[in-house]
């Protein structure tokens, strides 16, 4: 059964950086295109990043500049640098793709957990 799993999340000041990952596992065929989203209280959920099976990358304009969205296909992983953080970036960040198993049955969309960025001195 494939599955995301995010990690790297944590409390930071503003200014700082995190890097989070995001880790395919079971049975995974194909990746296709990776998205990072998140979302704060009270707020819709919002895509951050984006990155397709061939690298085309793209970004929320509130991020441009500072996150950097990447992949690593040999190891299933996806990777979101973020640097110049600010309060406002504070949220649940989820990674989200669209992933061909090995097992019988076409791309299907899957939701990584969600982990949690705090941005605050």
């Known amino acids: 059964q494939v599955q995301l799993v995010e990690s790297g999340g944590g409390l930071v000041q503003p200014g700082g950086s995190l890097r989070l990952s995001c880790a395919a596992a079971?049975?995974?065929?194909?990746?296709?295109?990776m998205v990072w989203y998140r979302q704060a209280p009270g707020k819709q959920r919002e895509v951050v990043a984006s990155?397709?099976?061939?690298?085309?990358?793209g970004y929320a304009d509130s991020v441009k500049g500072r996150f950097t969205i990447s992949r690593d296909n040999a190891k299933n992983t996806g990777y979101l640098q973020m640097n110049s953080l600010k309060p406002e970036d504070t949220a649940v960040y989820y990674c989200?793709?669209?992933?061909?198993?090995?097992?019988?049955?076409?791309?299907?969309?899957?939701w990584g957990q969600g982990t949690q960025v705090t941005v605050s001195s």
């Open positions: 989200n793709a669209v992933i061909s198993a090995t097992a019988a049955g076409g791309p299907k969309n899957y």
């Open positions: 079971g049975g995974i065929s194909t990746i296709y295109v």
């Open positions: 990155i397709s099976s061939s690298g085309t990358t």
